[in-house]
């Protein structure tokens, strides 16, 4: 970047406050400064939920929960720090989202293992599928069978009348 930044040091400077303010938040923060790469992993608190994490490195910053993956968020924007800020604040909202009753996982298992992960969003009073994430080598003949795992580490956001360019959880938002 051209001032020397890291988008690195740009996804922790977005993180640290908000770690802070949520002290029994579990969670692990992982810094390699060679590479750069940093990881933020919040735990589920039980059984019924499922990991959440972030992979910042200098090229992107990549979402996760439980074994699903996203893409990258910001490979084709440009790199202003203003812009690589705004993408870490938009990616905690997400996360934000994750920890809450607001989204869930749809976990297919073949034969016991499981091999297909559903990321759905709550949209109104519906389930709406977001992205899904898949292995390539499963069991074709097995049984399938499915369980949905959700978080309630945070309440669920309620939609404001002034919320209604479907962004309403793209920010943190104590």
Request: with cysteine.
């Amino acid at each position: 970047m051209a001032d020397g930044t890291q988008f690195t040091d740009i996804f922790l400077e977005v993180v640290k406050p908000i770690l802070a303010r949520h002290p029994a938040l579990s969670h692990a923060l992982v810094i390699n400064e060679k590479r750069p790469r940093v990881e933020l992993i919040i735990h589920k608190q039980d059984e019924r939920g499922f990991d959440v994490g972030v992979v910042c490195e200098k090229h992107g910053i990549y979402p996760w929960a439980d074994n699903w993956r996203s893409s990258p968020w910001d490979m084709a924007t440009p790199h202003s720090p203003m812009h690589l800020q705004q993408t870490c604040e938009n990616v905690m909202g997400f996360v934000r989202t994750l920890l809450c009753p607001d989204a869930r996982l749809r976990v297919q298992e073949k034969a016991g293992k499981p091999c297909h992960w559903i990321l759905e969003l709550k949209d109104g009073d519906d389930w709406k599928p977001q992205d899904d994430t898949s292995i390539v080598l499963f069991n074709f003949l097995g049984k399938i069978t499915e369980s949905i795992r959700q978080n309630r580490h945070f309440p669920a956001r309620e939609m404001t009348r002034f919320q209604v360019d479907q962004l309403w959880h793209a920010s943190w938002a104590d």
